[in-house]
DNA sequence: GGTTACATTTAGATCGGTCCAAATCAATCG
DNA sequence: CGATTGATTTGGACCGATCTAAATGTAACC
C-alpha cells in the first residue's frame, strides 16, 4: 500500500486570517494574548490555530520588532565537565526566559574562536556568553562582535588591552580565596611543607589560585620554596608524569594545592605509583568539585564553584544587561566553597 | 571625563547601497560572491562593507528564502560527559557546513522537553536532533514538532508505537554487538562463569547489551545462571555496594561484564573491600570508554563508543536528511570497538 | 546605422510577522 | 437626532534580505 504524504505549505498568519474571515493583524493580536481582541473572536481563532497546527514564527517577528529571542553560548571546551555543567545552566536559565541557546565550541583555538563568534552574530543573538579560549585577545574578540553587541565574558579574560568603548560583563570565580582556602585548611591540619602544583602561569585562574595559596602561606609566616611550585598541563595524565617533581627537590612536602580536580586526580595516581597513598601519607586538594571528586578514593577536598548555577547566574547576568545596555560594566566574582574530604589527611607524624 | 559612545544603527544592505550609489540587488550579489557583478564594483562594494562594520542579518535572508541555517539539539542530560562530548561533535560538524546549533536541554523531564521542543521549533531549525527524555512518547514528540520537522533521534527511541506518516531517522550504538564482544573476549581468556552486572532491563541500552552476552554465552555452550544476573542503578556506589551478591549464589563466577564503565569503576571498588584484585583475581569489562577507563588501576577493558565522533555522524545525517527529505528513514547503528586493557585477566586456576 | 549579443544593474514584489493611524460599529449622551 | 465615546478591527507600510524579469549600457555584427 504506497504511503502518501501530503506535503502541506507552512501555515502562516495569512492562512489563518483568510480562514477566520478577519485580518493579519488580528491574529497577531490574538498570539500575543493582547486584551484588545474580543472573547468570541479570539476563541475562534484560538481553534482554528490549533487545528491547523500553526507554529509561531520567531524569526520573521524578530525581524520586524529588531528583538532577538536567543543568546550565544560560546564555551571553550564542552568536554570539559565543568563547561558542560555550566552550559546546562544557561541553557536552563535561558530557557526559562523565553530565550533559546545558540551553542558555538571553540576548542581552545583563537582563530576557530573568530570564527564561531562570526557565524554566531550573523544569526542575531541579542548578547553572547563567551569564555575565552586560550592565547584570543580582546581586540579581535571586538572586531568580530561589533562594539555594540552584549558580551559577558566567562571565568577568564581574553588577553590584551581592554578595547576602551565597550562595556563588557565578567562573571569570574573567586580563584584567589579559593587558594587560600584550601591552603589554610591544609596549614590548619598541621602541614607546613605545602606545594602548589599543576596549572600554567600564563593562565589567569592560575595566577590567582596561587595568588592565594601564597597569601595564606605567608599569612602563617611559611617559606614558599620554588622547587615546590610545580607547572604541568591541567590533564590527569600529564600531572600524574609530574608527581616525581615534588620529592625531587631538597623540601619534602606533606601536601599540596593543586590547580584543579584533574590535576588532584592525576596527582592521587601518581603518588600511587610511587608507592605513597594519597589521603594518608600525602594530602591534596583540587578545585570545581566536578563529580568524580566525591567518587574517587580517597575522595577529593576540593573548592566547590557549582558551575550549573555559575551558567543561570551568567545567563541572568547577560538579560540584564539586554534590558540595560548602557548600565556600567559589571565585574562579578562568584563565591567558591571548600568542600572537605578524605583526601586532605593531617601530615604522617603529627 | 564623560564617556560618549555613539549608538549606530545597525548597518544594513540599504545603507551600503546608498552610500555606494548602486542597488540593494546588486550589493546582496556581492554579498553571495555572484560572478555577474562588475570586478570594480565588487570592490568598491567590499571595501565599503568592511569599513562600515557590515553584519549579514541571516535571518532575514533566511525568512524570504524559505530556508534555515540552524539544527536544533536536544539531550537530555547535558551533565553527562558522554552527552556533552556528543553535543562537541554535533557542533563541530554543523560550524564546518555553516550551520549553527540550537541548544536544548531537558534533564530527563518529559514535560519539559515538549516545552523545549515547542520553543526551539518556533526559532525554526531545519531540522532537529533529539536524544529524547526517558519515558517520553513518540506520539508527544510528533505533536511537538509537527509531521514535516526533519528529526535524528539519538541514542535511544521514545516509547509508545512509532507514529506512520513520519519518517525519522535513528542513531544507535551497537549495544548488542558490545555485549558480545565483551563476552567472547571473556571466554577466550578461559572464562567460564561470567556474569552480566548492573543497569536496568527497563533501559533499552541495558536490554541490548545484555542480548549480546547471552548470545555470546549462549554460543560458547555455557549456561546462564539467573544469580549471576545483577541489576542495579548504573552509578558507581550503587555497583560497588551489589558486588557481593556476585558471590552469593551457588555459581562462583570469575568475570564479569558490566553495564557501562560507572558499573565497572563501581564494582572495582566493592571487589576491593571484599578483599579480591579486580585484574588479578577477578576480570571485568565496562562500556563506553568515559575518560578514566584508562587511567583506573587496573585500566579498565571497555568498548568504544566515541560519542564526538558519534556528534559528527548525527551532524552528517540530519544534513543529509534536509537535502532529501523524501528519503526513506535510516536506521544506522553505531560501531562500538573492544579496547582491551588491564582489567580483563585469564582466570585464576589457568 | 540599426540590430543583436552580452555583461551588468535594477525596480518592485515577496517572505511572515508587527506597528500605527485610521476605520468601523454599537452604545450612550445632551 | 447628531455627536461623543469606547471597544474592535483593519489597511498598508515596514523589518532586511532575495528573487524575477526587465532595463540599461557597450561592443560587435551585417
Known sequence: MPQHTLIRRKITLNDIAASCGVSRATVSLVLRGSPLVNKHTRARIEEDLRQQGYVYNRAAANLRRRTSSSIALVLNDLGNPFFAEFAAGVDEALGQAEFVTLLGSTGESSAR?????????????????????????????????????????????????????????????????????????????????????????????????????????????????????????????????????????????????????????????????????PGRDFALTGFDDIAEAALSLPSLTTLCTDPRARGRQAAGMILHRLADPLAPATHTVAPVQLVVRASSCPPPFN
Open 113 to 277: 574562536q573568530q570564527t564561531v563568534l562570526g557565524s554566531l552574530v550573523e544569526h542575531g543573538p541579542g548578547g553572547i556568553i563567551l569564555s575565552p579560549a586560550e592565547g584570543s585577545d580582546a581586540e579581535e574578540v571586538l572586531s568580530a562582535i561589533g562594539p555594540q553587541m552584549p558580551l559577558l565574558l566567562f571565568n577568564r579574560e581574553p588577553g590584551g588591552p581592554r578595547p576602551a568603548s565597550s562595556h563588557w560583563d565578567l562573571l569570574a570565580l573567586d580563584n584567589q580565596n579559593g587558594g587560600r582556602l584550601a591552603t589554610e585548611h591544609l596549614i590548619a591540619l598541621g602541614h607546613r611543607g605545602i606545594a602548589f602544583f599543576g596549572g600554567h602561569a600564563d593562565s589567569s585562574s592560575c595566577r590567582q589560585r596561587r595568588a592565594g595559596y601564597v597569601e595564606a602561606m605567608q599569612a602563617a609566616g611559611l617559606d614558599i620554596p620554588a622547587d615546590l611550585q610545580i607547572e604541568c598541563m591541567p590533564t590527569r595524565t600529564e600531572a600524574a608524569h609530574r608527581c616525581e617533581a615534588l620529592f625531587a627537590g631538597a623540601h619534602r612536602p606533606t601536601a599540596a594545592v593543586c590547580y584543579n580536580d584533574a590535576v588532584a586526580l592525576g596527582l592521587m595516581l601518581g603518588l600511587r605509583q610511587h608507592g605513597r597513598q
